[in-house]
Each structure stands twice: as structure tokens, then as C-alpha cells.
């Protein structure tokens, strides 16, 4: 099981960057594929990216594509969002969490407190 611990959002403006950082504690972090996710007010948590085991494989969503980057440290047991060319669309809570390793954009564990990205114009 991963519990993660989400940072690094903030108040930014639009064609900003943000880089969003997720500890997850767990000695088998390595063997979960891991995602970010995000909640804008009013609406449906939704898939951002994910990225395999060893951090080769990655996917995003269409709204992000190109704009953000997501890796992983499995020594450091953390997960990272490198995002830039921020939009206020973007504005979301942010979190991350496992995701089932054949279907990379469903979330399946545990739930952090998220951070908070702010984008304005």
C-alpha cells in the first residue's frame, strides 16, 4: 500500500510553471504504476498522467499533453508533475496515487490531501 503526500502547488500565472512533488511512503512504491489526478471546483476528479513501474512508460491527457511532464524517483519513493505553459483551466486540486496497472488513467488507492494549483490571468 502507498500513502502519498502531495507539495509544491501554489499561486502562479498563466504561462507559468509549477513543479508538483508526491513522497509516498511504502517499501514497494517501485512496483506500482502512479498517477496524478486532478479536481477543479464543481467538477469530476479527473486522470492528468501516469507513469509505469520503471518511469520509461508515460501517458497524459489530452489537455495536458505537451505542456506537462510526469517522472518518478523509485529511491526517493517520489513522484513528480514538471508543468509549464500554465493555464487557468489548470486550476485544480492536485493529487496522485496507484493506478491499475491495465488501465493507467483509473485511479485505485489511497487518497492524499492533494495541493493546491492557482492559475491566473
Known amino acids: 500500500q502507498v500513502q502519498p503526500v502531495e507539495s509544491g502547488g501554489g499561486l502562479v500565472q498563466a504561462g507559468g510553471s509549477l513543479r508538483l512533488s508526491c513522497a509516498a511512503s511504502?517499501?514497494?512504491?517501485?512496483?506500482?504504476?502512479m498517477g496524478w489526478f486532478r479536481q477543479a471546483p464543481g467538477k469530476e476528479r479527473e486522470f492528468v498522467a501516469a507513469?509505469?513501474?520503471?518511469?520509461?512508460?508515460?501517458t497524459y491527457a489530452d489537455s495536458v499533453k505537451g505542456r506537462f511532464t510526469i517522472s518518478r524517483d523509485n529511491a526517493g519513493n517520489t513522484v513528480y508533475l514538471q508543468m509549464t505553459n500554465l493555464k487557468p483551466d489548470d486550476t485544480a486540486v492536485y493529487y496522485c496515487?496507484?493506478?491499475?496497472?491495465?488501465?493507467?488513467?483509473?485511479?485505485?488507492?489511497?487518497w492524499g490531501q492533494g495541493t493546491q494549483v492557482t492559475v491566473f490571468s
Open positions: 507513469i509505469s513501474r520503471s518511469g520509461v512508460g508515460t
Open positions: 511504502g517499501r514497494t512504491f517501485g512496483n506500482f504504476v
Open positions: 496515487t496507484t493506478v491499475i496497472s491495465d488501465n493507467w488513467a483509473k485511479a485505485f488507492g489511497s
